[in-house]
Every structure is written in structure tokens, then in C-alpha cells.
């Protein structure tokens, strides 16, 4: 599936800057979580406040993501607060979270979400959308919905368990074949 349209409704403007961003370090990656859910249309019932990313581990991999880090002025988040770090391959690989701050917003950093394994885990049902930024439309790598549903599921933070209904239900009709025209009860509808 590939969609093209500007940054995703109902999200903090400037978000679409973090993944553009890793985009073109080429960064190898996935967004996970709400703006993904969003980035493919499909309805969130909350505002997406953060971009959460899971990239592929190689070496050369994490180094791209290092240098996208350091273009990002991104720095470690800790509840309100944020401080500059050090980074480079091998300093990214010591954790399996990051959560970040720059000036576009709040981002983490997620080598295995909850449920759904890591970037090759998600990769081969993952969707590219394009996002316009600064002009210029950018193919992003989103996870695929029932990943997303997966893994807030397992999360289970309130704000997850607040949108899961509209989550499965948007998944269930994607996954639900089309009726043929005229096949309701043989009425030649």
C-alpha cells in the first residue's frame, strides 16, 4: 500500500521533520505506534504526540541513525526534561529504548516493540506512505496495522485501551472481504 499526502491529520505539526529526517540519512526504520496508525488514515481517537521508530540494528544502520540524531539536535528525554548526549553505532545499540527530544517534537527510539519482534519483524508487512516535507514528498516505512494493534495491546497504557475498540474495529473492516454487489440476501441490491 502507498499513500501519498502531507503530514497526517490530528498530530502535533512538525512531527513528520523526525522521520523525514532519518529518511534522508537513510535510515533504515519503521514507525510504530499512533503516527503510523495515522500516516495511513486510519483513525486514532487521540492526538499522536510523539513518532516511535524501531530501526534495523546493523552497525552501519545505527551510524546513519547516529548522524540523523546529531542533525535533530535530538536529546535524551526525561519527564519534562531533556539533555544532550553522546552517541555514535555501539553507544545506540546498549539500549533497547531511546526516548528523545529536538526541536519537531518527542520521539522514541524502540529496537523490539511489545509482541511484534524487531525491524525485520516488521518489515515485510509494512506499508510506505509519502509524507510531504518542506516541498519535498518522502517515502516513510509504517508498521502494518495489526502489528500496531499488537503491540498497544500488550502496552497496555490507558490511552491505548481508550483507542483499541476503534483500532480493531478499522482492522477488522480492512481484513473483512467486500460483498459483492447484489449478494445481500439475493435482494439485487
Known sequence: ???????????????????????????????IGGWAVQAQQFKLGYLSEDVDVTPARSPENLQRLSDALRDLQ???RAGHESFAFTHDAESLARAAVWNLRCDHGDFDVCFEPAGVGDYHDLAHRAHTVHIEVDGEMIPIRCADLADIVRSKQLSDRPKDRQAMSLLVAQLEQRNTPHRQRGSDHGLGL
Request: hydrophobic share 50%.
Open 1 to 31: 500500500m502507498a499513500v501519498s499526502h502531507s503530514a497526517p491529520q490530528q498530530q502535533v505539526p512538525g512531527l513528520e521533520h523526525i522521520p523525514a529526517a532519518l529518511a534522508r540519512h537513510g535510515v533504515q526504520f519503521i514507525v
Open 74 to 76: 535530538a536529546e535524551v
